[in-house]
């Protein structure tokens, strides 16, 4: 499966398609799945910086010959082209013009006419013939083109090699080496690669694109300190990962653990193995995790056996487990669930249709959630929308997690991370919030993140307006003081029952001997002590959940693959950038006391050619 997108360097455009699996120059190394990439390129070019498709072409040097009108022509009708899609399609059997003209057919699939797929075959054909030969209109004679590229890790080097035009170089197996000693490749490098890739240009006159010739050792990661569960239990790290599987894994409820009853046992951390990177340098592995959180709930012995100590159901997550009780609600008729206090969390099968409330640890809703204002301890799992008609609100001191959000206020803790789009809504999170799907869109209303928001499609071609801010903590601080300020009401409160109990105690009069009306009084009294208890505890995790301090994130950032649309009000930390013309694939960040774009970095560390 694959992508693609358009750039330049040297003054050589081109429309860059990856596309992964077996196949072509790439192939696969030491069992590991390469990235096989195919390219088409024109000769230099004049252009100003222009948005293409998904990338940005940069302005270069050119004099505007055959190659510039056929670079420029290929660029427009690719961009007009994959537009609007975006399928992927199974790696090229080969890196010619006509592997690639496959491809192109395969991308366009029927959104394509015949005269659109006739005009990219004649382009991708005439810039075949364009490194073929030297035009009589255009004699210039260009050496091969090298380029070489370290990953960010070091841990994989990849080689590009534009052909040349005319009696142009070609280099030989000893220049590739020479490169690579500069760039001080010396470790995981596979000559029959270089030998491939000389052969394609050499014989085929063809391009080759990012291909893989020199690969270090990944270093092997730890094994954090972590339970293994004897029994069944929810897991919140699957379903943040694969929120699909919300409906299958809760659908049939297994039967909770009772207390006493063997839950699992702990596992010891163990370090992981060092690496090598291509330039022979040891890559150490990431230290181990060496705490796992246990809720007060799990008894844990001497040698690490896990026991439950109380009724429940184990909800774990990376670094936490605990034992909760677990409150199902099944198929609720519309507007049936109003002001619902529970201790624990709460698993809602069907969708939670409102007018009304809940408030609880966890929440599990196995369809829609519309028009309810959720308060939630942890987190809030919504297997379809939160949908608010401007009524629903949902905080959480967790994540929150769904399909789409559309006229809704949402505040977390933690991420708040949709598939699909967040529309005409308002939504703060002192972590990331992201719109996972490659068309996922943010349009209409207010977003607040500490540390990014990230979508294909900021702001609407409709000219919704959009607010966002990053860098800023938008909710610890008030959170922190509420929970704070009932923590003491409730400890006061069961001062005051710890008080009479002693009263009674004191008086030495047995519970049965007290007048009737007394006797019920001082039931109620235990029954609200027992409340408070269960509050009292709900509020100390809650006030941990919140413990961590207020802070600034200077490396937040706004991303948006597709595009920002106007009119869209961007705040990073103090900084604000008004959005008046559309931004493709824009990246915004803070840099001296202002909103600025990062720069498309330069992937190569170090090139050649004529």
Known sequence: MGCYHFGCFDGIIFCQIEVFGRGGLNEAVDGREPACHCNTA????????????????????????????????????????????????????????????????????????????????????????????????????????????????????YLTLIPPRGDGSIPT????????????????????????????????????????????????????????????????????????????????????????????????????????????????????????????????????????????YVIADNDHVDILPLYVIDQPAAASVRDAMFRGAVLVRGPLLGPGSIECDDLFVLGDCEQMVISSYGDVYVAGGIIGRRESRVDADGGIYCTFISEARLSAVGEVVVSNAIMNSDVTSNDVIRVTSPKGIIAGGDLYSLKGIEAATIGSEFGLPTNVAVGKDFLTASRLEDVKARIVQYEENLGRIDELKREIARARVPLEKLPSDKQEIYIGVLKKEK?????????????????TGLEEFLSACVRAVDGIYPPSHIQILDAVEEVKEKMKTATLRYEDDRVVSSPDANPYSASTGG
């Open 531 to 547: 409340a408070l208890r269960l509050e009292l505890k709900a509020l100390l995790r809650r006030r941990k959940t919140l413990g």
């Open 173 to 312: 197996i000893n220049t590739i080496r020479d490169m690579l000693d500069e760039s001080r490749v010396i470790y995981g490098l596979d000559d029959a690669a270089v030998r491939r890739c000389l052969r394609v240009v050499r014989d085929d006159r063809d391009i080759v694109w990012r291909a893989a010739i020199a690969r270090g050792d990944q270093p092997v990661p730890p094994r954090n300190k972590s339970a293994k569960y004897t029994v069944s239990f929810i897991d919140k790290n699957l379903l943040r990962r694969n929120p699909s599987v919300l409906k299958p894994t809760l659908s049939d409820l297994w039967q909770p653990v009772e207390k006493g009853q063997k839950i699992g046992y702990m596992m010891d951390p163990e370090p992981g193995v060092a690496g090598r990177d291509v330039c022979g340098k040891t890559v150490s592995p990431s230290a181990p995790r060496v705490t796992l959180d246990v809720g007060e709930e799990i008894v844990c012995s001497s040698d690490g056996v896990l026991t439950a100590g109380t009724t429940g």
């Open 42 to 157: 024109a000769g230099p070019f004049v252009r100003r910086n222009t948005d293409v498709a998904t990338g940005r072409i940069n302005a270069s040097r050119g004099d505007g010959g055959v190659g510039s009108r056929l670079g420029r022509r290929l660029s427009r009708l690719l961009g007009g082209a994959f537009g609007t899609s975006r399928r992927g399609v199974e790696c090229l059997s080969d890196l010619s013009s006509e592997g690639l003209l496959r491809l192109l057919r395969e991308m366009c699939g029927e959104e394509a006419n015949a005269g659109r797929k006739s005009e990219l075959e004649a382009a991708v054909r005439g810039l075949d013939a364009y490194f073929r030969a030297a035009d009589p209109d255009e004699p210039d004679t260009t050496d091969c083109r090298i380029m070489l590229e370290l990953s960010e890790d070091r841990l994989s080097a």
